[in-house]
Each structure stands twice: as C-alpha cells, then as structure tokens.
C-alpha cells in the first residue's frame, strides 16, 4: 500500500521552541515526490517544500528544515524557534502513480499550537 | 494571477438536493483536482483531470460527478446530496511536466453543509 502516516495528532510547544513533525511514507515507486503543506487556521493550503526521491540532501529555508532518508522512509520537517504564527495543521503529501497520472496522497496532519 | 478560485465559500443544503461547485484557475495548468476534508482526516480525493475532456475517479467519487469542457474550469456536481457529504473542498491545480511532479496550488475551500 502507498500512504502516508503523520503520527503526531497534536503537537503544543511555547514559542522559541523547536518542534520536528514526523512523516513516514511507503511507496513502490523507485520514483516519487513527498511535498509539506502548512493549513493556518484560516484553512487555506500552503505549499512549502518539494522533494523527489533522487535527493536526499536536507532542506533549510529559514526557520524551517527539512530532513529526507530513504533509508527509514521519512521526510521529518522541523521549525526552529517557533512562533505564534506557526500555529497551523501541516500535512504531508506523497505522489502516487496509478495510470501513468499523478496523484497525491495524503497524511491525517500534525495540529500545531505554539504558545505565547 | 488569481490562482483558484473557488465559489461559494460556504453553502447549506437540505437532503436530496443539488449543486455545483465552481473552481477556475489562470496559471494554464494542466492537472486539476478536487479533494474533500473531514475532521481529522487529511484530504481524499474525489475526482481529478489531466487536461479538458479527460477526468477520471479518485479515492471517493460516489456522489459525485465532474466535467472539464476548458483548461480553466473544472467543476464538482453533488447529486442528491447526503449528509456524509458534509465537508470542506478544495480545488487544486498543477503544472505536470513529463519528468517532473509539481507542487499542487489550492483555492480557498468550500464548506458545505448537508442537513
């Protein structure tokens, strides 16, 4: 089965604290990509980060970092420093090849709270 | 660019009843897609398009039904609509290359309510 698991339902931390979501996927796919959105509570979707399986080097933009290892199947994000405005349902996505078409799938999402 | 959009922002319907959701995107993308989320649940997909005149099933397309007649529009038919059908939608939108998987590009949301 391909899919996603964000174990972490809720996650509360006070501001300034760093904070890592988890992400484990399984796929069959030699090839893939597993993206990061941000849901603020205003319940949009926000894209953050893109990540295709040939590469495993980490990310940082920012506050945020991102820690990619085939080897354990997970695609960790972690926000340095948090702030209030973190404050959001962050999901984690995993493309999907059925057909030749693309499609994603998603984790259930980590509720992220950062205390003042 | 407005990205998705997405209309009405919010809609009350009784049992039995239908409507359409509207979703339009102006960045000339390819893929389109609709997804609904429950509580709790993440997103599944419900419908998806890889250009005009060309849809197929998602995860849960029962009670559902789409067109794509334009690159820009993509619409959500909801037939006789059911209380289970109480959610939140999101349109979606990407550029898919032959090599390369692009990030999805999301409208504000729909909250329907079926009571």
């Known amino acids: 089965a391909q899919k996603v698991t964000q174990a972490q339902t809720e996650i509360s931390v006070v501001e300034k604290e760093d904070v890592t979501l988890d992400c484990v996927y399984e796929?069959?796919?030699?090839?893939?990509?597993l993206f990061w959105y941000k849901q603020p509570p205003s319940g949009e979707l926000v894209f953050l980060i893109r990540r295709n399986s040939f590469d495993e080097q980490n990310e940082i933009s920012g506050r945020y970092s991102w820690n990619f290892q085939k080897s354990t199947s997970s695609f960790n994000f972690t926000i340095t420093a948090s702030q209030v405005v973190d404050s959001a349902v962050y999901f984690c996505a995993l493309s999907l090849t059925q057909g030749g078409s693309e499609k994603l799938v998603f984790g259930k999402g980590t509720k992220l709270t950062v205390n003042p | 660019n407005a990205g998705v959009t997405q209309t009405p922002k919010f809609r009350i319907l009784k049992i039995g009843q239908s409507m359409t959701l509207q979703c339009t995107q102006d960045m000339n993308h390819n893929y389109m897609y609709w997804y609904r989320q429950d509580p709790g649940m993440g997103l599944k997909l419900i419908y998806y398009s890889v250009g005009a005149g060309i849809t197929d099933k998602g995860e849960v397309p029962n009670g559902y039904n789409v067109s794509r007649s334009t690159t820009e529009d993509f619409p959500l038919r909801l037939e006789l609509a059911a209380p289970s059908q109480t959610s939140v939608y999101f349109c979606a939108s990407s550029y898919r290359r032959l090599v390369s998987y692009n990030e999805q590009f999301f409208g504000p949301g729909t909250r329907l309510t079926v009571l």
């Open positions: 796929t069959r796919d030699t090839t893939y990509y």
